[in-house]
């Protein structure tokens, strides 16, 4: 079993940074995969970014390439994703999610583990 928890969210003015940290705890092998998910009010959920525990393979929602970072921290086992030049429309609850295996990370579907989330409000 994989518990994720979440936090770092807040309120920021827009152009400013927010990072995000998922705490893991549980098993991570095999192509063990963490991603970041947001969902604003009455919009579906997005993928944000994911990353591969074994080798740090990234992966990026074209709107956030470049402003976000998603990174690991194998011996604290938490996932972080940096937020820079934050904007409005990143205004959102944003939740880390698992899976064991993975051939897609932007499919939100498949994965196994969510945390609870953490909210991002971002004004102009």
């Known amino acids: 079993q994989v518990q994720l928890l979440e936090s770092g969210g807040g309120s920021v003015q827009a152009g400013n940074s927010l990072r995000l940290s998922c705490a893991v705890s549980g098993r991570t092998y095999g192509s063990f995969t963490v991603g970041w998910f947001r969902q604003a009010p009455g919009k579906e959920r997005d993928f944000v970014a994911a990353i591969r525990w074994s080798g740090g393979d990234t992966y990026y929602a074209p709107s956030v390439k470049g402003r976000f970072t998603i990174s690991r921290d194998s011996a604290q086992k938490t996932v972080y994703l940096q937020m820079n030049s934050l904007r409005p429309e990143d205004t959102a609850t944003y939740s880390c999610?698992?899976?064991?295996?993975?051939?897609?990370?932007?499919?939100?579907?498949?994965?196994?583990?969510w945390g609870r989330g953490t909210r991002v409000t971002v004004s102009s």
């Open positions: 999610a698992a899976v064991q295996e993975i051939a897609r990370p932007q499919l939100h579907y498949a994965y196994d583990y």
